[in-house]
């Protein structure tokens, strides 16, 4: 019986043991067609079919309308012009994959000289949510490699285009308000430009200075309004180099909801007794009309 008993306990720790190593390493899954969607407490940030980050909204009202990269080979410390190129145009999209455990998205852009992986982490707090983003670039051939990569950041605080005021604060920081809502875009890595000022990425290649991002610091607004960071990168062979920047959004606490109070009712019992009461005082109200006649 003994044995049975010892058996039996062991049995049941091995499975449980099993179960959870198999909930904690469940297999990110493939978002790449239809875009991802990570949540984490009251905030979802989903990328679209192109793996740009399309949507980040904390207790159901969005907050940016978009974060997306541009590429442009051949660029280096001299300043050939950044140009308007969405990054699938210059490096094939490969793969998306999102993870609802670690609230990982992870997109991979790719051809037989450069890749770029990116990953972003979904932070959420219930008022507020941090988008972690790292971008590794790597040199897949044996020669150097030389590019551009802009990093467009476009919040749209309280589902709104308007009424937002941007401006960049040394060293590192955009910041961004639409009372109540506030955001900043904090490079953590270094960057070599940056800009501020009306949306969208149109006005800000139109703003270039000497082929670069025109580092207009603002203020600007209150308006439709964005801003980005530019790296000037150059890869030995077979060379990488890691990016890494922090998005974050700080909203109002909804108030709480007050309990709805229900209509007070009556039932048969209490409609029966009203009633009553009803017939009596009218009875006696006529006996009383009479009695003074």
């Keep these: 019986m003994r044995t049975r008993t010892i058996a039996g306990n062991l049995c049941a720790v091995i499975l449980g043991v099993a179960l959870t190593s198999g909930e904690s390493g469940a297999a990110p899954v ?62 094939p999209l490969v793969s998306a994959t999102q993870d609802d455990v670690t ?31 790292t971008v590794l670039i790597e040199n897949l051939s044996d020669t150097g490699v030389n590019l551009a990569l802009v990093d467009f950041i476009d919040f749209d605080l309280n589902d709104s285009s308007g009424g937002d005021t941007v ?3 040394g060293p590192n920081t955009i910041n961004q308000s639409d009372p109540p809502a506030t955001a900043t875009a904090r490079s953590i890595s270094s960057f070599d430009f940056f800009d501020v000022g009306p949306c969208c990425k149109d ?46 959004v700080q909203v109002q606490a909804k108030p709480p909801t007050a309990p709805s109070t229900p209509a007070p009712t009556l039932s048969p019992w209490g409609l029966g007794v009203l009633a009553l009461a009803l017939v009596a005082l009218g009875l006696f109200a006529l006996r009383r009309q009479r009695a003074q006649h």
């Design 30 to 91: 493939d978002c790449l067609s239809a875009g991802c969607t990570v949540s984490d407490s009251a905030a979802v940030l989903q990328t679209d079919s192109n793996q740009f980050v399309s949507a980040l909204t904390i207790q159901g009202i969005g907050q940016i309308a978009e974060q997306s990269f541009d590429v442009t080979p051949g660029i280096n410390s001299a300043g050939n012009p950044v140009a308007q190129n969405d990054i699938q145009t210059i490096l």
């Design 203 to 248: 006005e800000l290649y139109l703003r270039l200075v000497n082929g670069h991002l025109g580092g207009n610091s603002g203020p600007v607004g209150p308006e439709d309004v964005s801003g980005g960071f530019q790296n000037n990168i150059a890869l030995a062979d077979s060379g990488s180099l890691t990016i890494s920047r922090e998005l974050h």
């Design 167 to 169: 401006s960049f604060v």
């Design 103 to 133: 609230k990982h998205i992870v997109v991979v852009f790719s051809d037989d000289t450069v890749s770029i992986t990116v990953t972003y982490t979904l932070i959420g707090t219930g008022t507020s949510a941090t988008v972690r983003y």
